[in-house]
């Protein structure tokens, strides 16, 4: 029902709907429902009756698994994702470090260029 309805409503308009229809379990175990909903493919093969938390649990060991397999495949990783840890200040890599350099660097060259095309849109203002 709740995939049903959330597919329905759209985005945006599936929180407001949930709400206003005061059902026994909050939004955020609407969420862990839908999740589970989503990626039942994955639990193909487990027990029939699993509890909400032993689904996400396998889920997220699912998840894991798949994430250091695509890491042995692929040890280059995006500078985006090299980014967000380096923001969450985890310890990256010299040949990552080089990379997020590159990739930041590329970021306000093009940041300038684009400042430098507004400032001359605004003296032709004047």
Known sequence: MLDKKRKELGYGKFKPW???NNFEFSYRHAKRYLYIH???ARLEGTRVSLSLREALQLLAESDKESKDEER???PKRKPDEIYKDFKE???LAKEEKQILRGWIQ???N???TKAETLEKEIRKIR
Do not use: T
């Open 38 to 40: 989503d990626h039942r």
């Open 89 to 91: 200040g985890k310890n």
């Open 110 to 112: 093009k940041l300038k």
């Open 106 to 108: 590329e970021k306000v």
């Open 72 to 74: 042995e495949i692929n």
């Open 18 to 20: 949930f709400d206003a």
